[in-house]
């Protein structure tokens, strides 16, 4: 696949190329304009604490993407999905049986099942420095967001967990100490409505508070023949509360509180393409969009869950060079699903689960510098605790279901899809996981070459233990009960770092680092057989810049990842006497990943901005089957072999009644192989989107900032692929329009 370049493939680089030619042909002739007619606008500084500390950046030396607050309302973000197109090494897919867990891949690295806890996520998600331990419930929504942090690559000596793929932080807005009250509306295609209010209130006792509350409803863009809710639909109710409370100049507490419960169905499968059973014919096979179900939904779908949280933030000045951190988070999730797949295998599958999780988690990190200033480090210790309860019950057959439909098909009668009563008793897990680490971090600025050279070396030591144990049906109402197993798996992983500073404006930099993913249990399967941990090495040389008196960023990477150790799973046929028949995971592949990245802002003149951001990746997993003897290779799941994304943004001359901005973006994705499919060839097809935005702002009120917006997204109607499996499709949203006011006061 990978000596192929197919045509639509070279269409999409030429594309780029040619954007890129034209961003560079018109810098050539501004930077040729004469200096009176040039104006000073220039590309926004974003802090980030990718390192654990205040920093711009553009200064940290490492692949990252930061959103502030003004990209994240441009890009009309409610939730994690919404950045996926965006930023080109991110890949983000939802879960084919319960929508609201998301699938999260950096750089070809992440998690095959999101929705179970029995294995550690590739990436990590960060809430307010608070490591969320699992993928349920990342699609719900997300608000009062301040800063969103991409960081590519092996993540861990500087962050809570340990994650092979790559980190996304999320940073709330803290309260301000002063009233003030914010109202966002939205309202939109296929029932969308959306309202989030925050009220900040005036400091008291030293203590600033806000609330923060979110309503958000959607009808879902497929209709339901039955008389189940549609899917893809949701009604989501949260509120968050945020404390500060600074009693001296040198101590800083922050406290909140977030609650989100979503109701809803997950999304609509549809059988795109031949595969399975293929002798019933009377299943019908759908190669385009399709925005009814082809049957009746008829039982009382679910895809359910409320998520909450604490966390308790300390920061302590204990002199002028030092600092301790301390970052308490305690959260806790809850779900309920209840999943037809509408014969989308072409057999019919019908899920019914139940979860229960918590967590708590403990970190301290001490940070300081020497006077000169030629020294920096952080020493941290990390605890992490988790316990987790899932009940799941799946046809007892489910080609008998199919078959008695396609009879009915068949024979005109009436179509009755899988009930309750077709489903195996319950399957109750019982899974803990625990982990503590030590890291540290020295960074060096030697006294030498006018000090523009830096060198950061950092390890870190984990040691994980898993526990997984449950009651799964034999035969009936026949149980078998599997006693409590665990298996423990530790890693010492180092990381370095060299930056030079040719100017204050452009350094280049080399890290390397290690990261391992703790081994586990699977669940779902009759034998209960732990698998050992991954490992992964990354190489990355990259170049930051800002030029012509920063109108011009230019931010490039090229790395290589060696990924060895993989967990993957197969059938086991059970030729040992010992070991039954079943599905396990064990350690049967290795990857190597080479890739290029790069992230473009320009602005020609004061009204326009234009941004290109582009990845491309070269992947190829090497698989071993050792039940079969197969070796076969194939690229890594949800990772493209090419992305890209284009925005230009137009302010106009002020008007009286406000000023009128437009962006228009378009984002590419290259074909890709869904996580899960054992099929090399069979691929997700690539697609382009194209949306835009047009903003009325600063309009005049009496008192406060009001703004409307008309946004419109998938504005081609492109029917694209959001998952991609077996004969199995789910489409993305068609063309939709939304409307926004946002009041400031």
């Not at 958000?216 to 968050?240: C, I, M, Q």
């Not at 359910?304 to 305690?330: P, Q, R, V």
């Not at 899809?417 to 195996?424: A, C, I, K, R, V």
């Not at 028949?581 to 003149?605: L, S």
Request: hydrophobic share 35%; charged share 20%; net charge negative.
């Amino acid at each position: 696949m990978n000596n192929l370049i197919k045509a639509p493939r070279i269409a999409s680089v030429a594309k780029w190329l040619v954007t890129a030619s034209a961003i560079m042909t018109v810098q050539t002739a501004w930077a040729q304009q004469p200096a009176a007619e040039k104006t000073m606008r220039t590309i926004e500084e974003v802090s980030v604490t990718a390192q654990r500390r205040i920093e711009r950046s553009q200064d940290v030396p490492m692949s990252i993407v930061a959103l502030n607050e003004d990209a994240i309302e441009k890009l009309g973000f409610t939730e994690l999905g919404d950045i996926a197109d965006k930023i080109p090494t991110l890949s983000i897919q939802p879960d084919f049986e319960t929508s609201s867990a998301l699938k999260v891949y950096i750089r070809g690295i992440g998690q095959e099942k999101p929705a179970n806890f029995e294995r550690d996520s590739g990436v990590g998600v960060y809430l307010d420095d608070v490591y969320v331990g699992h993928g349920n419930g990342l699609a719900g929504e997300l608000n009062d967001i301040e800063r969103i942090e991409v960081l590519a690559g092996p993540q861990g000596i500087l962050y809570g967990r340990n994650t092979v793929g790559g980190a996304v932080k999320f940073v709330s807005k803290k309260p301000t100490g002063e009233f003030g009250f914010t109202q966002k509306l939205e309202a939109g295609s296929f029932g969308l409505g959306r309202s989030v209010t925050t009220v900040n209130f005036d400091e008291v006792a030293n203590i600033s508070s806000k609330i923060t509350f979110l309503k958000s409803v959607s009808d879902g863009w497929v209709e339901n023949t039955g008389s189940a809710d549609n899917p893809g639909s949701k009604d989501a109710t949260g509120y968050r509360i945020a404390l500060q409370w600074a009693p001296t100049d040198s101590l800083v507490v922050d406290y909140s509180y977030d609650d989100t419960d979503q109701e809803g169905v997950s999304n609509y499968q549809q059988h795109g393409y031949p595969m399975f059973a293929q002798n019933l014919t009377a299943l019908p096979t759908f190669s385009d969009r399709q925005d009814k179900t082809w049957r009746p939904l008829n039982e009382d779908l679910k895809d359910d869950f409320e998520s909450s949280g604490h966390a308790l933030t300390a920061l302590w000045d204990i002199s002028e060079n030092m600092t301790l951190k301390s970052i308490t988070g305690y959260r806790e999730f809850e779900s309920e699903l209840l999943h037809d797949g509408a014969e989308s295998y072409n057999v019919s599958t019908f899920i019914s689960r139940s979860a229960e999780q918590d967590q708590f988690s403990q970190e301290f990190l001490l940070s300081g510098f020497t006077d000169d200033g030629g020294i920096k480090y952080h020493l941290g210790v990390y605890y992490f605790d988790e316990s987790a309860e899932q009940l799941d019950a799946e046809l007892v057959s489910n080609y008998g279901v199919a078959l008695n439909i396609n009879n009915a098909i068949l024979a005109g009668a009436p179509i009755v899809g899988p009930t309750l009563s077709d489903l195996n008793p319950y399957s109750t897990f019982k899974i803990a996981n625990e982990s503590s680490a030590i890291y540290s971090q020295i960074t060096w600025v030697p006294n030498i070459l006018e000090q523009r050279l830096t060198i950061d070396v950092g390890a870190r030591y984990t040691e994980d233990k898993r526990s997984l144990a449950w009651n799964k049906p034999i035969l009936g109402p026949t149980f078998k009960a599997i006693d409590d197993n665990s298996v423990t798996s530790h890693s010492f992983d180092p990381a370095f770092t060299v930056d030079y500073a040719f100017t204050d404006d452009i350094h280049a930099y080399f890290r390397y680092a290690q990261a391992y993913r703790s081994g586990g249990f699977d669940s779902g399967t009759d034998r209960l057989q732990a698998f050992e941990p991954e490992d992964v090495e990354s190489y990355e040389i990259g170049l930051k810049s800002k030029m012509l008196d920063n109108r011009l960023q230019v931010n490039m990477a090229i790395f290589e990842l060696d990924y060895t150790d993989i967990q993957v799973q197969f059938f086991d046929p059970g030729l040992d006497p010992s070991a039954p028949p079943a599905k396990v995971t064990v350690n049967a592949a290795e990857a190597n990943t080479k890739g290029a990245e790069i992230d473009i802002k320009y602005i020609p003149f004061d009204a326009l901005v234009l941004s290109a951001g582009g990845a491309y990746l070269d992947s190829e997993t090497t698989v071993a089957n050792p039940f079969t003897g197969v070796t076969a290779d194939r690229p890594l799941f949800n990772t493209p072999e090419l992305k890209y994304n284009l925005s230009a943004e137009y302010t106009f001359d002020p008007l009286s009644i406000g000023t009128v901005s437009a962006i228009v973006s378009y984002d590419f994705r290259d074909e890709e192989l869904a996580a899960g499919a054992s099929d090399e060839t069979d691929l997700k097809p690539s697609y382009d989107l194209v949306g835009a935005r047009i903003t009325l702002s600063e309009i005049p009120v009496a008192k406060g900032d009001l703004t409307v917006a008309l946004v419109g997204n998938n504005l081609l109607d492109e029917e694209y692929e959001v998952y991609h499996n077996f004969g199995s499709v789910v489409y993305g949203e068609p063309r939709n329009y939304s409307v926004s006011l946002s009041y400031r006061y």
